[in-house]
């Protein structure tokens, strides 16, 4: 899922955007309200996590401004205020849910990919399969012929997303947005090195190969073993 974070605290937003990453998600940050009421306009996004207080403009204002525009993307609010009348206060204002502060990051993720499969976001499914090799985005395992597959963070988010178009070739160029969050093509090797790994982790004792290299037009995931 693509999932705008708009949070004024660097730390806590460096927090979310990393741990969103590495859940295998698409997280971008703006850093008041303002910035993140442009953003969700200008762009597509399956959900919103959007803090209450804020500068420029804070969330609850945000919120009412994109409805009043007609922006329906969900959003749920993550705010220290976490009293009933707080909470209503949210909800009526636009938000979907409420999150009072401190939370538990996996109660975030399970609430953001609840509401993305609301949203009916095509990429919101909480398992992923291929055949026999299944991917859990809440327990964040891979796993198989039911053996589990250790990945790093990176290999688990550029997993997600061939999983996500299987069967589908997937360019450099689409690797490089959505799992790098790179708009440009830095010339360096990083797909092929993590795709090498991939490969050595899902393929390397089975007889049906899993991933494979598109010559001249990228890459795609299936049990077909056609290229």
Do not use: C
Request: net charge negative; aromatic share 6%.
């Amino acid at each position: 899922m693509k999932i705008l974070v708009v949070e004024d605290d660097t730390q806590a937003a460096a927090f979310l955007v990393k741990a969103f990453g590495e859940a295998g998600h698409n997280p971008m940050h703006a850093a008041d309200g303002e910035t993140g009421f442009d953003l969700a306009i200008a762009e597509e996004f399956d959900v919103l996590v959007v803090d209450r207080m804020m500068p420029k403009l804070d969330g609850l204002s945000m919120l009412k401004q994109l409805r009043a525009e007609g922006q329906s993307t969900p959003a749920i609010i993550l705010s220290a205020l976490g009293e009933v009348d707080d909470r209503v206060e949210g909800l009526r204002s636009g938000g979907d849910d409420y999150l009072p502060k401190p939370y538990a990051f996996s109660e975030l993720l399970a609430r953001v990919e609840i509401l993305g499969k609301r949203s009916g976001s095509g990429d919101s499914d909480t398992v992923l399969k291929v055949a026999d090799l299944e991917l859990d985005r809440l327990s964040h395992t891979v796993t198989r012929n039911g053996k589990k597959i250790l990945l790093q963070p990176r290999e688990f988010r550029l997993l997600a997303y061939l999983m996500q178009n299987a069967g589908k070739v997937v360019t450099r160029t689409m690797l490089l947005e959505k799992v790098w969050d790179y708009h440009f093509d830095p010339q360096t090797n990083v797909i092929d090195v993590h795709i090498s790994r991939l490969r050595r982790k899902i393929d390397k004792d089975y007889d049906v190969q899993l991933v494979h290299t598109v010559r001249g037009a990228g890459y795609k995931i299936d049990a077909s073993g056609d290229t």
